[in-house]
């Protein structure tokens, strides 16, 4: 058969393997990364995990060079408006015709994302360069874009929705771009909060360096349940590195990362599995002044499962300074950064806030002694990402140090863990100290806890938890507890009493006999923060 374009060699194979006429070791895909429409690709090169991992090893041995942007008096003026009228044409899209489940489009360069990064196919050990060309994108006449030279990199890519929806071409569900940064949806269908690769002396004493993934290999997902398998190589004027991605589409998003770390330098602060969000403010620290909507967050607090097995809700704040809180552990169970309010009309806004996912760290294997690192930095508006958490190992990060880690990302709308036996913190508000009716003392705050879940239904009537309450300086007075009438929720309050404007970390929860009814509440409370919105 004298088969003239790849389109009927496609149609060709498809059909023996519907006759059942596929002869052993032959692939119905073998030819797909040779014969994708449009696309220009590079010779095939042996690809293995080992040898990026080698590679990446090699690399921190030599001196950092940054990568340059092709023509960066071109690329610097793709601004926001003229990057975003160029649109990758999905009939370029690889895997889109059957050769895979989710078609993968690229992103490209601009002012916002000048570092090229070079995207490789995989398939059956061999790897193929996608070559740019402009072609590849619908953009105007007159964009300067069209100047870049051939092969000037992509910015990124994304996966997108089942090949065999209708609707796959508009609807994507990850997405890999700028530095080592990426993002899935959740089960609710919104992207928010992201990952990142590594990070790299976030908050600390010098700046903070955000490494980059050069390359990518992607391998396509053959069935819907099968992972997209996506290799990358890391590089920093610190830090390279090896990654092995595995990308599920189910409820949600599930990643599987194993990394492969070299410093090239001392670091810092070392940030593992970090996740990057933003609170600019939520019920307990809303000021008239700040904005009309009630609530402006993708995440609203860190939630952690320590390796002892106590389970803590660590509400986040926008804080006047940097300020960085540690959570020691040995070998924890999970943490995450939560999107725990799904309530529309706490948010009344058209961005779908109550949508965001949350994203969850599994830890997989032994990760030792170290600390969830929570890091809250001030903003005035929900433009900036100014909440990062991550692990950070114990020893110092020095030169020469090799590291491997791997865990387990869940992107969806809720901990993925969760103990019905524990009431769960849903709201943290404050207010006045004292009661109504009279002389309220003016140097005391009130806090008041909201606590949901179904162990709160099996408190008999008349049965109160005991709530056991503690501060880092200050005074607790008038602690206590009662249900919201009308309500399942159960409210746990407590006055204040700490002169001055240092912070003060709180920690509480509610008791039942000799055990924990619910999981344990923290906040740190910022006088200096409170007394601005008074004033």
Known sequence: MNMTTSVERRRFLKSIAAAGL????????????????????????????????????????????????????????????????????????????GSGTYPLTFFHLGMYFAKPVHMYLLENGQAREVIYKPDYFDMPEDSIARQLPANSGFAGFRLHENQARDDWKTQ???????????????????YGLSARGIAVNTATSVPEEFPD???????????????????????????????????????????????????????????????????????????????????????????LWTGGGERIWRQLNNPETIRASAFGD????????????????????????HRRPSLWVEPQGDWNDGAVQLIEIPTDDEIHDNIAAFWVPNGPAKAGNAYQFKYRLYWQAHNPFPVKELARATATRMGRGGEPGTNRPKDEIKFSVEFEGEVLG?????????????????????????????????????????AGNDPVDL??????????????????HLPAVGNQQQG
């Open 22 to 97: 596929i002869l052993p070791g032959m692939s119905i895909y073998q030819h797909a990364l040779a014969d994708v429409d449009g696309l220009d690709l590079g010779s095939a090169q042996p690809f293995d995990f080992a040898d990026l991992i080698a590679r990446a090893k090699s690399m921190a041995a030599s001196a950092y060079e940054a990568p340059i942007a092709p023509n960066p008096e071109i690329v610097g003026k793709i601004d926001y408006d003229t990057h975003g009228k160029l649109h990758y044409k999905r009939d370029h899209s690889p895997f889109s015709d």
């Open 172 to 190: 994507d569900w990850a997405a890999f771009l700028g530095a080592s940064y990426f993002r899935a949806i959740g089960d609710e269908g919104q």
């Open 213 to 303: 993934f050069r390359q990518f290999f992607i391998e396509p997902a053959k069935n819907p349940e099968d992972p997209v398998t996506v290799y990358a190589l890391l590089d920093g004027p610190s830090i390279t590195g090896a990654y092995k991605f595995l990308l599920y589409r189910g409820e949600g998003v599930t990643m599987d990362v194993e990394k492969h770390l070299f410093l090239r330098k001392d670091i810092e602060r070392l940030g593992i599995a970090p996740l990057t969000s933003m609170f600019w403010y939520s019920e307990q620290n809303k000021s008239f002044r700040f904005d009309w909507r009630p609530e402006v967050h993708d995440s609203d607090g860190l939630e």
């Open 330 to 353: 040995n070998n924890p169970r999970g943490f995450g950064l939560m999107q725990r309010d799904r309530d529309v009309k706490n948010y009344l806004d058209g961005v779908r806030y």
């Open 458 to 498: 099996t408190l008999a009537y008349g049965e109160f938890p005991e709530v056991v309450v503690t501060s880092s300086r200050g005074e607790i007075v008038r602690t206590k507890i009662e249900p919201i009438m009308d309500t399942r929720i159960w409210r746990a309050a407590f006055d204040l009493k700490a």
């Open 507 to 524: 920690r509480m929860y509610l008791k039942r006999g000799d055990g924990p009814l619910s999981e344990t509440w923290m906040f740190q």
